[in-house]
């Protein structure tokens, strides 16, 4: 099942890509982060918050990436980000990345809650999974 979805734009600049104008792929990963970070700000989710208030993190336990075709320099792209599963501990997005409808990347990318300062894994509150689960 699939739920909250969200999309966000990224311009391609010189800068992300390599000598042949082609997106260096661990750019990618940083498309995908920051269209995560975006979806939780829609969600009004604050991770500073979070950090500070509840003694929680998001972090990325696992990632399965498939490269299917480049992104180029002066390509404006969207970064798709889809709840497809969420339990007490842990997040489990899709990420798409495409050019107009052409898919680019698929991502399959797991988040868990840590202790800010211990780093160990720890429950997702009700209250921030209700906010995952609304949209």
Not at 42 to 57: A, F, H, R, V
Not at 76 to 105: C, F, G, P, Y
Request: a positive charge.
């Amino acid at each position: 099942m699939v739920r909250n979805q969200f999309s966000w734009p990224v311009q391609i600049y010189y800068e992300d890509t390599d000598s042949g104008g082609v997106v260096y792929h661990s750019n990618y990963l940083n498309f995908m982060e920051r269209a995560r970070t975006e979806w939780l700000r829609s969600l009004k989710i604050n991770q500073q918050i979070l950090k500070k208030e509840l003694n929680l993190l998001f972090v990325v336990h696992q990632i399965n990436i498939k490269f299917i075709k480049p992104a180029i320099f002066n390509d404006l792209i969207d970064v798709e980000t889809a709840l497809k599963q969420l339990t007490s501990v842990r997040v489990k997005l899709e990420q798409h990345i495409k050019r107009n409808h052409d898919l680019l990347i698929t991502a399959s990318v797991v988040i868990v809650g840590v202790n800010a300062r211990t780093f160990k894994p720890v429950r997702i509150p009700e209250q921030i999974k209700s906010l995952m689960e609304c949209k």
